[in-house]
């Protein structure tokens, strides 16, 4: 069974950090390119940043570029976001998501991903 965990959400003031990981079981990431994606209440669910199976290649957001970070180590199976410089804008669920196997490339389209965690929730005040 594919299992896909976030953590590492929370509570912060605008301008402040957070870093979320995401632990994936039961499927290599290893041949699959990953993302990160979030949903506001009443939003629909967008792409953040996604990367390639070899963490070279990254797409970001235009509204978190040069504040977000996404990476990934395929040998503990996991992929992280770091956050910096967070915004009211950036309060939402977000949620961790893995492509088929073989499916290497990123991409920031929903429809693109197949297995997907339950998120976490990230929430900032101003």
């Known amino acids: 069974q594919v299992q896909l965990v976030e953590s590492g959400g929370g509570s912060v003031q605008a301008g402040g950090s957070l870093r979320l990981s995401c632990l994936v079981t039961g499927?290599?990431?290893?041949?699959?390119?990953?993302g990160w994606f979030r949903q506001a209440p009443g939003n629909k669910r967008e792409g953040v940043a996604?990367?390639?199976?070899?963490?070279?290649y990254a797409f970001i957001a235009s509204s978190v570029k040069g504040r977000f970070t996404i990476s990934r180590d395929n040998d503990k199976n996991s992929v992280y976001l770091d956050?910096?410089?967070?915004?009211?804008?950036?309060?939402?669920?977000?949620?961790?998501?893995?492509?088929e196997y073989d499916r290497y490339l990123?991409?920031?389209?929903?429809?693109?991903?197949?297995?997907?965690?339950?998120g976490t929730q990230v929430t900032v005040s101003s």
């Open 106 to 118: 990123p991409s920031l389209l929903v429809d693109d991903y197949a297995y997907w965690g339950e």
């Open 83 to 99: 956050m910096t410089s967070l915004k009211p804008g950036d309060t939402a669920m977000y949620y961790c998501a893995a492509r």
């Open 27 to 34: 499927y290599s990431i290893r041949g699959a390119a990953v």
């Open 50 to 56: 996604a990367i390639d199976t070899r963490d070279e």
